[in-house]
């Protein structure tokens, strides 16, 4: 059976208390690996993988202001903000104890806001801390930037034409409520952790419910006016900005290692270090593949390579190798990534088929390549089943989709989703935020 975020959590004790493995003619000279040492080192990676995926929604936000027309730019970056803020209250408010506290094996945690550890550790019990192996608020800090990052998603699928203020109440509710008790299944110990369900850094449980989640306001919220005519045939809305959309994956792409990295949960050997730079190195050569592959098939299908597909098929590469990005060999990482950004190539066109309106193409990276990642991580990983993975990704989608429909419909019924058609026609700048990102340059 796999071993789940919170399982692996419990065992960081013994973890750390191991010595470093070292020649035997040093071993006399060799320090021993402290508890106390091991849990500063923990604590280090949580901390510094927290803050390289909160960088991720830098990424998100300028990847998203480059796809969107320049009459929506201040809306996506006002999004992208506010979404992250409601991320960490609702997280710290109830989303963590939903996800981690009192799970065992079922379906969801407790009720309560989360508890740090006291100033100066004062009058706290530290053999049982060092047990742990990590600080409790490095631990919440990481994980409350996964929470941010499935919220995003959901930001940039529904740009354009989704109103401020639903989009945030959903917000609430995702950040809240969804994602935690999603994630309480697998990372906190939960009925699909005791199955066997793997997912090591989150390509089904952030990625694919984020992308869930994007698809259910988009079949509710419907098309950009204009984007699709009479006959079905797709009008071009072109982005405001492509050099901001690239930084953005580059930003993207960066924050990934800790994503990934960081999911390692610990580096208090030798072992656990040299699992976590192969970690790093196995995240970079998926991206890679999804962005060469990306290119290749947009040369022979269409003669033209898109800047835009491209920056997508790496990060379909990143989402797909996120699900087991330790036990691949390096030619496995590679084409896994590759499967990623074929899988960008042919189901942006399929959605535009179905007239589902994805603005920065959110559903086929995260969505689709979140399944992919996922459900190929038998091939890698003995220890997963491909029953178990199914019968995961099922799970996650049906609840996913189901519960954020609901909270759309009531949201839609209640104050409504989408914006007027002669605001959508002006912009939400203009409409919504008051400040325009390109004054110069309006017509």
Same mark, same amino acid.
């Given at each position: 059976?796999?071993?789940?975020?919170?399982?692996?959590?419990?065992?960081?004790?013994?973890?750390?208390?191991?010595?470093?493995?070292?020649?035997?003619? &040093?071993?006399?000279?060799?320090?021993?690996?402290?508890?106390?040492?091991?849990?500063?080192?923990?604590?280090?990676?949580?901390?510094?993988?927290?803050?390289?995926?909160?960088?991720?929604?830098?990424?998100?936000?300028? #990847?998203?202001?480059?796809?969107? +027309?320049?009459?929506?730019?201040? %809306?996506?970056?006002?999004?992208?903000?506010?979404?992250?803020?409601?991320? *960490?209250?609702?997280?710290?408010?109830?989303?963590?104890?939903?996800?981690?506290?009192?799970?065992?094996? @079922?379906? =969801?945690?407790?009720?309560?806001?989360?508890?740090?550890?006291?100033?100066? #550790?004062?009058?706290?019990?530290?053999?049982?801390?060092?047990?742990?192996?990590?600080?409790?608020?490095?631990?919440?800090?990481?994980?409350?930037?996964?929470? &941010?990052?499935?919220?995003? /998603?959901?930001?940039?699928?529904?740009?354009? +034409?989704?109103?401020?203020?639903?989009?945030?109440?959903?917000?609430?509710?995702?950040?809240?409520?969804?994602?935690? =008790?999603? @994630?309480?299944?697998?990372?906190? @110990?939960?009925?699909?952790?005791?199955? @066997? $369900?793997?997912?090591?850094?989150?390509?089904? #449980?952030?990625?694919?419910?984020?992308?869930?989640?994007?698809?259910?306001?988009?079949?509710? #919220?419907?098309? !950009?006016?204009?984007?699709?005519?009479?006959?079905?045939?797709?009008?071009?809305?072109?982005?405001?900005?492509?050099?901001?959309?690239?930084?953005?994956?580059? /930003?993207?792409?960066?924050?990934? $290692? *800790?994503?990934?990295?960081?999911?390692?949960?610990?580096?208090?050997?030798?072992?656990?270090?040299?699992?976590?730079? +192969?970690?790093?190195?196995?995240?970079?050569?998926?991206?890679?593949?999804?962005?060469?592959?990306?290119?290749?098939?947009?040369?022979?299908?269409?003669?033209?390579?898109?800047?835009? %597909?491209?920056?997508?098929?790496?990060?379909?590469?990143?989402?797909?190798?996120?699900?087991?990005?330790?036990?691949?060999?390096?030619?496995?990482?590679?084409?896994?990534? &590759?499967?990623?950004?074929?899988?960008?190539?042919?189901?942006?066109?399929?959605?535009?088929?179905?007239? =589902?309106?994805?603005?920065?193409?959110?559903?086929?990276?995260?969505?689709?390549?979140?399944?992919?990642?996922?459900?190929?991580?038998?091939?890698?990983?003995?220890?997963?089943?491909?029953?178990?993975?199914?019968?995961?990704?099922?799970?996650?989608?049906?609840?996913?989709?189901?519960?954020?429909?609901?909270?759309?419909?009531? /949201?839609?019924?209640? =104050?409504?989703? +989408?914006?007027?058609?002669?605001?959508?026609?002006?912009?939400?700048?203009?409409?919504?935020? *008051?400040?325009?990102?390109?004054?110069?340059? !309006?017509?």
């Amino acid at each position: 059976m796999t071993i789940s975020k919170l399982s692996k959590l419990t065992i960081l004790g013994s973890t750390a208390a191991c010595l470093l493995s070292v020649p035997a003619f &040093a071993q006399d000279a060799a320090p021993a690996v402290t508890p106390d040492v091991a849990y500063i080192l923990n604590t280090l990676l949580f901390l510094i993988g927290g803050f390289l995926v909160m960088w991720m929604a830098a990424g998100f936000a300028m #990847l998203e202001a480059g796809l969107v +027309r320049s009459k929506n730019v201040s %809306m996506q970056s006002l999004k992208n903000v506010a979404l992250f803020a409601i991320a *960490g209250i609702m997280y710290w408010l109830v989303g963590y104890k939903l996800m981690y506290t009192g799970v065992d094996g @079922g379906f =969801i945690g407790t009720i309560g806001s989360y508890s740090f550890d006291p100033v100066g #550790l004062e009058g706290a019990d530290t053999a049982a801390l060092l047990d742990t192996g990590y600080s409790t608020a490095s631990d919440w800090f990481f994980q409350m930037v996964f929470v &941010a990052t499935a919220a995003s /998603i959901v930001s940039g699928s529904l740009a354009e +034409r989704i109103k401020l203020w639903p989009f945030l109440v959903f917000t609430v509710v995702l950040t809240g409520f969804i994602y935690p =008790i999603a @994630g309480s299944w697998q990372w906190g @110990g939960g009925w699909l952790s005791e199955m @066997g $369900f793997s997912d090591f850094a989150g390509s089904t #449980l952030v990625h694919s419910v984020g992308g869930w989640a994007a698809l259910a306001g988009a079949l509710l #919220l419907g098309a !950009r006016t204009g984007k699709y005519d009479a006959s079905g045939r797709v009008n071009p809305m072109p982005g405001s900005n492509i050099p901001l959309a690239t930084l953005g994956t580059f /930003i993207l792409w960066l924050g990934w $290692f *800790g994503f990934n990295g960081a999911s390692q949960l610990a580096m208090g050997t030798i072992s656990d270090i040299s699992d976590v730079s +192969r970690i790093f190195a196995n995240t970079n050569i998926a991206a890679a593949g999804g962005v060469v592959t990306t290119i290749v098939l947009l040369q022979l299908l269409y003669k033209k390579v898109d800047v835009t %597909m491209v920056l997508n098929g790496a990060l379909a590469g990143l989402v797909a190798i996120t699900a087991e990005p330790l036990a691949p060999a390096v030619w496995q990482a590679l084409v896994i990534g &590759a499967v990623g950004g074929a899988i960008v190539v042919f189901t942006v066109p399929l959605l535009d088929k179905l007239k =589902i309106d994805d603005v920065v193409g959110a559903i086929p990276v995260h969505l689709f390549a979140g399944i992919w990642g996922t459900i190929i991580v038998p091939w890698t990983n003995s220890s997963a089943s491909f029953g178990t993975q199914f019968i995961g990704i099922i799970a996650y989608g049906v609840f996913t989709l189901v519960a954020s429909f609901a909270v759309w419909f009531v /949201i839609k019924s209640v =104050i409504g989703l +989408r914006a007027s058609a002669e605001d959508e026609m002006m912009g939400l700048d203009k409409a919504e935020v *008051g400040v325009e990102a390109y004054p110069e340059f !309006r017509s």
